[in-house]
């Protein structure tokens, strides 16, 4: 049998969810003990290919941890263990295989989508070949909405201009302190993700500051505020034609971090960020001039944004880590519909210590 281990923390203190298939049986010791024995409130589920012979292993093991013990005392710890190796290993086995089996197929389909020869309609013609109207390149916001004004893109305000240094130096940073960013710092990384490259001609088609194909830029920009010097706290859009802030919904600081933990699934450096970048695709943008192949852009296009984010950032002496493992039903919450417009990649922002 194929050995391979996958651990699961749905949230550090409440819930633990193990499944192994364990190489040795000390890793399954360990694994077992540590979570009996500890006093977090604990849901197992232990899968194995070991056979009864652990017990010699167990309690020699037990022994050692006898000091530790804090919830669970050894001999409970060790018939619960045994309780599960008895009763419900080997349905849970044969669970976890067919689970794992259908997994592997379903990632192997996956593959197909990113492949240039994948799902296109012979003879298919897109929305720009039937001569259907370009669609707009931002969602519209309601006439006469108050528009936040944002300060010029300023590149003074960078401390390191070496674009070596930034790409070299620039990580994934996960802890902020509580310090606010300023409308500057905020204004110069909605630029440099999405801003416009020079203003449009009149019925030509425009150029922002990140790549995309056909110059369709299929994404809208969320701004979930925590602490911004100038705004109050809640969620904004960012509108790149007019280079202003729309507030979509004025929403408590705690409550808003606390959200935003939630949306992460639970990872909190989210919540104790400055402003959570958020973005959407409108699929529709691509799908008008590339039909069925929009679907590979769509993708791409979030890794060109994100990256000039973690570019700027680290100039401006920030800190940002992408997030794919976040919430679907962030559309919701958003007011996303999930079919025309819903999020595909998030990235929080914050001051770092220095
Ligand atoms: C598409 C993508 C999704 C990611 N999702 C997460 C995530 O959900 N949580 C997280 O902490 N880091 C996430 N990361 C950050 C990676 O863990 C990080 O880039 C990686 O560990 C390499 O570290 P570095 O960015 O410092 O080079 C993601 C990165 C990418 C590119």
């Not at 930034?166 to 994934?172: Q, T």
């Not at 994404?219 to 100038?230: D, I, M, P, Q, S």
Request: contains cysteine.
């Amino acid at each position: 049998m194929e050995k391979y281990r996958l651990i699961r923390e749905l949230s550090p203190k409440e819930t633990t969810v193990l499944v192994y298939h364990f190489s040795t049986s000390i890793e399954l010791l360990n694994a077992l003990l540590t979570v009996l024995l500890s006093d977090d409130e604990t849901n197992l589920i232990v899968m194995s290919n070991l056979s009864s012979m652990i017990s010699g292993w167990l309690k020699g093991q037990a022994a050692k941890l006898e000091q530790s013990k804090t919830v669970m005392n050894i001999d409970e710890a060790l018939k619960t263990i045994n309780q599960f190796i008895e009763n419900d290993l080997e349905k849970d086995i044969a669970e976890v295989d067919a689970l794992t089996c259908q997994a592997k197929t379903a990632c192997l389909e996956y593959r197909k989508l990113f492949r240039a020869d994948y799902g296109m309609i012979e003879g298919e013609i897109s929305d720009q070949m039937l001569g259907v109207p370009i669609p707009a390149y931002e969602k519209p916001f309601p006439e006469g909405a108050e528009l936040i004004d944002l300060p010029s893109p300023n590149k003074e305000i960078l401390k390191k201009t070496n674009l070596f240094d930034c790409i070299i130096e620039r990580e994934s940073r996960r802890k902020f302190t509580n310090e606010s960013l300023s409308l500057s710092e905020l204004s110069l990384l909605c630029f440099t993700t999405q801003g416009l490259r020079g203003k449009p001609a009149a019925g030509r088609w425009h150029f922002r500051t990140v790549p995309s194909g056909g110059a369709r830029h299929p994404y809208e920009t969320y701004l979930a505020v925590n602490k911004v010097e100038g705004l109050d706290s809640g969620i904004y859009r960012y509108l790149p034609l007019e280079h202003k802030l729309l507030l979509v919904k004025a929403v408590d600081e705690k409550e808003l971090r606390k959200k935003m933990t939630h949306y992460s699934e639970g990872q909190e450096f989210a919540g104790q960020s400055a402003v959570v970048f958020i973005w959407s695709c409108v699929p529709y943008r691509m799908e008008w001039r590339y039909s069925t192949m929009a679907r590979r852009d769509l993708l791409l296009e979030a890794g060109h944004i994100c990256q000039n984010l973690y570019l700027c950032v680290e100039g401006l002496g920030l800190g940002t880590c992408s997030i794919l493992a976040y919430r679907q039903d962030l559309d919701d919450y958003l007011g996303l519909d999930g079919v025309d417009e819903f999020v595909t990649y998030i990235s929080p922002v914050g001051r770092i210590e220095k």
